[in-house]
């Protein structure tokens, strides 16, 4: 193989090399899946000045047979009325000499959207707000925050005095060689008292500190660099193939609990039990309640954040371990520095008491949406410690004076947890939030004199969560289930709790009742009740805008409208059959059949529907979905 170059490249260049086509994606190349809070982590460590990672791309001739295009996201593009990529610059573009990214498309992008300001136009498409830099910020976590389009709208964050007086000033360049000016131009306007309203202009030391902050954004910004790897362009495309093995197969992240195990191991390495960290997760997993979420080769810093949101709910705990590089042995969120602080007493109190973490984990999905669903299910798994938690405490540390019990905090949580979904709370910060609402659920249940099912105490536990930080009206919630549920192209947190009921309620196959369908590691899947083909197929007339994924601005055919568990046994036996047809030949009749039916909100009106035949798609999507939504709103109340 030829040698490789390698440089390194700043924000600007790379903005500059994408937006006019000097780096390039392949068409083969996955899409853009990075999360908000994933970009977010990003901006973080690029104002840090910390490293990023690196890129590896392959040079190209001037007339490459390889299929290439400029990075994009999702939009609806006007000019032919239906769903498409936005590019970033003119795809039709190609300079004189450009690279395929072969590796570092989902980091590009990530700096393109939050650098260079490329966004859908339209609003109800993900990706379609900006990021700003908050100079209000208590907690590094809420540093970066990302506003979507009807939000930055609403506060008409699109002038200089709208930035100063919100505070948030936003990241995307709009021109890619003056970040000095872009920077100086917002420190110029926080000094300006005309930006602010009259008589109410921040104090000298305000001013200092939100200079402080903007400038510190643009010296991380201006000293960030990309490593850049450069295949040349006589490599065949076979030898690429090898590159992408080795940048498959090496370079294994170390995670938190690695540091973790590593250092409690070597802490009771001389006690009687030492404490294998890796291996008592892995060992939670076989205990009921557990399946499909303890785990140490997928996400196993959840077990951490639980035994630290644990830490953070007692009032009589274990003294933390003192972390190198911090002035105080602490925990006071679920951040990997508090998680390295817990102690091996801590760890061994939990492990010891496995069978009521179990109780816990399965009380937690029974209680939020009644039944069983895995951590990869869940939107916002991290509300699982405010749970566990407060359980915990109730169990072991409760104070003689509490008057609460475990079906107040079922209640009160229930509506919690799918009001912070829909809210998006933890969409960024929750490893300092998570902390907050222990202690604010800490606070409100002390207060309890009441019965459970008693209406003052209700009431008084919907006025509190209606003033916890971030958490949305009901209305403006209820807006944002029926947009998840009706339209396949969300993401996210929204696209898990539009689902979370589909795979809760999985019980028994609808072609074979005899089938169990309710393991939620393996034995079912969510397959499409009007099958993607068919809509494809079918997407005419009455039914063009609910069977097209791509003419019109709601996915019908994906969302969970159109969705329902079901074995691949019967899903193949389904196949490509309109539902009418299927139900038919299926013979999907009994009342086994028709009871699981309901179970998974397709009614008798629904069915009625279904069997009616093709014209009647739109009309049966609309109705199963009002019955999703009327569901999840009514675990919203306590």
Request: aromatic letters at 10%.
């Amino acid at each position: 193989m030829s040698s490789i170059e390698v440089k390194s490249v700043s924000i600007p260049k790379i903005l500059d090399n994408l937006f006019i086509g000097e780096w390039l994606t392949p068409e083969f190349q996955r899409d853009f899946v990075w999360t908000t809070s994933q970009i977010i982590s990003l901006i973080n460590s690029i104002i840090d000045a910390k490293p990023i990672g690196m890129a590896t791309l392959w040079q190209q001739e001037e007339k490459s047979d390889l299929p290439l295009e400029h990075i994009s996201v999702n939009d609806f593009i006007y000019d032919k009325s239906k769903s498409g990529p936005r590019y970033f610059g003119d795809n039709d573009h190609r300079p004189g000499r450009y690279y395929a990214i072969l590796d570092g498309k989902q980091r590009s992008t990530a700096i393109a959207m939050a650098f260079g300001g490329l966004k859908a136009e339209h609003g109800n498409y993900r990706y379609s707000g900006g990021y700003f830099i908050n100079a209000d910020y208590d907690d590094v976590q809420d540093r970066i925050q990302y506003l979507n389009k009807a939000e930055i709208d609403r506060r008409g964050l699109n002038t200089l005095t709208a930035y100063v007086q919100n505070a948030l000033f936003p990241i995307a360049l709009k021109k890619f060689d003056r970040l000095v000016q872009h920077f100086f131009e917002f420190i110029s306007a926080i000094d300006n008292d005309q930006n602010y309203p009259e008589g109410r202009a921040a104090s000298k030391a305000e001013k200092d500190r939100r200079k402080e902050i903007v400038q510190a954004a643009y010296e991380g910004i201006n000293n960030t660099l990309l490593a850049v790897y450069i295949v040349p362009k006589e490599e065949t495309l076979g030898e690429i193939c090898d590159i992408f093995e080795v940048l498959n197969t090496t370079g294994t992240k170390v995670t938190t609990v690695d540091l973790i195990h590593s250092s409690i191991y070597a802490e009771t390495m001389n006690e009687s039990s030492q404490i294998h960290i890796r291996d008592e997760i892995d060992l939670l997993s076989e205990l009921d309640g557990l399946q499909g979420w303890s785990t140490s080769s997928f996400r196993p810093e959840l077990i951490a954040q639980n035994v630290a949101a644990i830490q953070i709910a007692l009032d009589r705990k274990h003294t933390p371990r003192q972390v190198a590089g911090r002035r105080e042995a602490r925990i006071n969120s679920i951040k990997s520095s508090d998680l390295l602080a817990i102690s091996s007493l801590s760890w061994r109190d939990f492990f010891l008491n496995r069978e009521f973490v179990a109780s816990c984990f399965s009380d937690f999905q029974t209680v939020t949406s009644g039944g069983r669903f895995s951590l990869s299910q869940c939107p916002y798994p991290a509300t699982l410690n405010v749970y566990l938690a407060l359980r915990w405490h109730l169990e072991f540390d409760r104070p003689p004076d509490a008057h609460w019990t475990q079906t107040h905090l079922n209640r009160i949580f229930r509506a919690f947890f799918w009001r912070n979904t829909f809210s998006r709370r933890y969409d960024q910060g929750f490893l300092t939030r998570v902390s907050v609402d222990i202690g604010e659920f800490k606070k409100f249940l002390l207060k309890t004199r009441a019965k459970s099912d008693d209406q003052i105490w209700v009431s008084e536990a919907e006025d509190f969560l209606g003033t916890l930080p971030l958490m949305s009206p009901l209305t403006v919630i209820q807006e944002e289930v029926r947009n998840a549920i009706t339209d396949g192209n969300i993401r996210g947190a929204l696209r898990s709790g539009s689902l979370l009921l589909l795979h809760s309620r999985a019980q028994k196959d609808i072609v074979d009742p005899t089938q169990d369908i309710s393991n939620i590691t393996s034995a079912h899947e969510l397959h499409h009740i009007y099958p993607r083909r068919w809509c494809r197929d079918n997407a005419l007339g009455v039914n063009v805008t609910s069977l097209s994924e791509s003419n019109y601005l709601t996915n019908w055919v994906e969302s969970s409208s159109n969705l329902i568990p079901m074995s691949t046994k019967s899903n193949k036996l389904w196949d490509t059959m309109e539902p009418s047809t299927a139900i038919s030949l299926l013979k999907i009749s009994t009342s086994d059949q028709i009871d699981q039916l309901k179970r998974y909100f397709v009614d008798e009106g629904c069915l009625s529907l279904l069997k009616g035949g093709a014209m009647n798609a739109g009309d049966f999507l609309r109705a199963r979905a009002k019955l999703i939504e009327a569901e999840i709103l009514r675990l919203m109340r306590v």
